[in-house]
């Protein structure tokens, strides 16, 4: 079946540089959800988005902005990088919409690094 | 959404059934109790959900005690890849697209041989 796909799976950074992840959910899927895990972390929530709209959101910094195209996939853009911002990034895709339950399928991940 | 509580690590030997348990005792009669699984640095994994039944899947079964304070989450063969963070999550219903899951600490379920 198919999955969540991510890209680029790693992705090396400067500080201040900029970064843009891509998500592109299960087909049919039409909510995306983007979380961060830091280093020994658990996963926090950033942001989502259903049928284009925002939908909830979480710990995302100021300097993070994302969005869910007509294709519904999403990116997550990360401007003036800082060193705390190197995590995991993972994308998840759900069906919505009218459901009694949501569960959210999750991708591989992109691996930031920021120097 | 209800505050969850599970033991920080547990073990288990390969073949065995493995029985994780998670405390919800402020859960509300419309929030859903979700099971999901980290194995090492991949992203999370759903295993399953429920109400007030007992459930089963492909994967495990969800027992949920009758006040709805607790649940069991049963691996009924574990193995050696079942090793993973297991995280118990109670969300409010009716759902919205795009809720989001708030993970708490989780268990570390190690299984050996």
């Known amino acids: 079946a198919a999955g969540v796909i991510q890209s680029p799976r790693h992705l090396i950074k400067e500080k201040r540089e900029t970064a843009t992840l891509k998500c592109y959910p299960i087909?049919?899927?039409?909510?995306v959800y983007w979380y961060q895990q830091g280093p020994g972390q658990d996963p926090q929530f950033l942001i989502s988005?259903?049928?284009?709209?925002?939908?909830d959101k979480g710990s995302i910094p100021d300097r993070f902005s994302a969005q869910q195209f007509s294709d519904y996939h999403s990116e997550l853009n990360m401007s003036s990088l800082e060193l705390g911002d190197s995590a995991l990034y993972f994308c998840?895709?759900?069906?919505?919409?009218?459901?009694?339950?949501?569960?959210?399928?999750f991708g591989p991940g992109t691996r930031l690094t920021v120097t | 959404d209800a505050k969850t509580t599970q033991p920080p690590s547990m073990d288990c030997a390969e073949g065995r059934a493995a029985n994780l348990p998670c405390n919800h005792s402020t859960i509300s009669g419309n929030e859903y109790v979700y099971w999901y699984r980290q194995i090492h640095s991949q992203g999370p994994q759903y295993i399953i959900h429920?109400?007030?039944n007992n459930e089963t899947n492909e994967m495990a079964s969800l027992i949920i005690t009758e006040d709805r304070k607790s649940s069991t989450l049963i691996l009924p063969h574990a193995t050696l890849r079942d090793t993973a963070v297991y995280y118990c999550i109670v969300r409010s219903s009716p759902n919205q697209a795009g809720t989001a899951l708030i993970f708490g600490k989780g268990t570390t379920l190690s299984v050996s041989s």
């Open positions: 998840a895709s759900s069906l919505g919409g009218g459901r009694v339950s949501y569960e959210q399928y």
């Open positions: 429920g109400l007030k």
């Open positions: 988005f259903y049928e284009k709209m925002q939908s």
């Open positions: 087909p049919r899927h039409d909510t």
